[in-house]
T-cell receptor, first 116, second 113 residues
Framework: AQSVTQPDIHITVSEGASLELRCNYS??????LFWYVQSPGQGLQLLLK??????LVQGIKGFEAEFKRSQSSFNLRKPSVHWSDAAEYFC??????????????FGSGTRLLVRP | DGGITQSPKYLFRKEGQNVTLSCEQN?????MYWYRQDPGQGLRLIYY???????QKGDIAEGYSVSREKKESFPLTVTSAQKNPTAFYLC????????????FGPGTRLTVL
C-alpha cells in the first residue's frame, strides 16, 4: 500500500542553522511528491512539489527538496532557518485513484521548533 | 484575491447534533476535497468531488455527508453518527481531472461538548 513516513515527530534547530526534514515514501510508480507547511491553527501552504525532471526542486521561503528514487526519499532542506519557520511540515504523495482522480497521502508531520 | 474560505473558524456542537461546515472557493477549480486532521496525525480524506453534482467517499466517510450543487461550494455535514467528530477540518481544491496539486483553506476546528 502507498504510504509516507516522516520519521521525526519533532526537530529543534537553532536560528541560522541548517535544516533537513526527512520523508520516505512507498509508491509503485513514479511519484508526485509534495511538501506543505502548517502554522498553528492554520491551513496547509504548498512549499514545493516534484513531478519529474530535475531531482532538486526549489520552493518558496528558501526551501528546497531532493528526490532520490534509489532511497525512496524526498527530504526537505533549508540552509539557514528563521524563527518564522517554526511550524509543522507535511510530506505527501499523490495516489492515482482512477478516473483521472488523485488523492494525497500524507505523512504524520514533523514539528519544527526554532531555538533563538 | 483568489482562494478558499472556510467558515466558521471555530465551531462547537452538542452531542447528537448535526453541524455543517462551509467551504467556498473562487479559483474556478473543478475538484474539491474535505480532510480531517487529528493531533499527531496527517490528513485523512473524507469526501471529494470532481464536478458539480458528483462526489465520492474518501477513506473515512462514515458519519459525514456532502453536497456539490455549485462549483464554488462544497459543504460538509458532520452527523450525529460520527462517533468522534472533534477535529480540525480542512477543505482543499484542485483544477480538476488530472490535476494533482491541491490548495487548502484555513480550516475549521470542531469541538463536541
Amino acid at each position: 500500500a502507498q504510504s509516507v513516513t516522516q520519521p521525526d515527530i519533532h526537530i529543534t534547530v537553532s536560528e541560522g542553522a541548517s535544516l533537513e526534514l526527512r520523508c520516505n515514501y512507498s509508491y509503485g510508480a513514479t511519484p508526485y511528491l509534495f511538501w506543505y507547511v502548517q502554522s498553528p491553527g492554520q491551513g496547509l501552504q504548498l512549499l514545493l512539489k516534484y513531478f519529474s525532471g530535475d531531482t532538486l526542486v526549489q520552493g518558496i521561503k528558501g526551501f528546497e527538496a531532493e528526490f532520490k528514487r534509489s532511497q525512496s526519499s524526498f527530504n526537505l532542506r533549508k540552509p539557514s532557518v528563521h524563527w518564522s519557520d517554526a511550524a509543522e511540515y507535511f510530506c505527501a504523495v499523490a495516489h492515482f485513484w482512477g478516473d483521472s482522480s488523485y488523492k494525497l497521502i500524507f505523512g504524520s508531520g514533523t514539528r519544527l521548533l526554532v531555538r533563538p | 484575491d483568489g482562494g478558499i474560505t472556510q467558515s466558521p473558524k471555530y465551531l462547537f456542537r452538542k452531542e447528537g447534533q448535526n453541524v455543517t461546515l462551509s467551504c467556498e472557493q473562487n479559483l474556478n477549480h473543478d475538484a474539491m476535497y474535505w480532510y480531517r486532521q487529528d493531533p499527531g496525525q496527517g490528513l485523512r480524506l473524507i469526501y471529494y468531488s470532481q464536478i458539480v453534482n458528483d462526489f465520492q467517499k474518501g477513506d473515512i466517510a462514515e458519519g459525514y455527508s456532502v453536497s456539490r450543487e455549485k462549483k464554488e461550494s462544497f459543504p460538509l455535514t458532520v452527523t450525529s453518527a460520527q462517533k468522534n467528530p472533534t477535529a480540525f477540518y480542512l477543505c482543499a481544491s484542485s483544477a480538476g481531472r488530472g490535476a494533482v496539486t491541491q490548495y487548502f483553506g484555513p480550516g475549521t476546528r470542531l469541538t463536541v461538548l
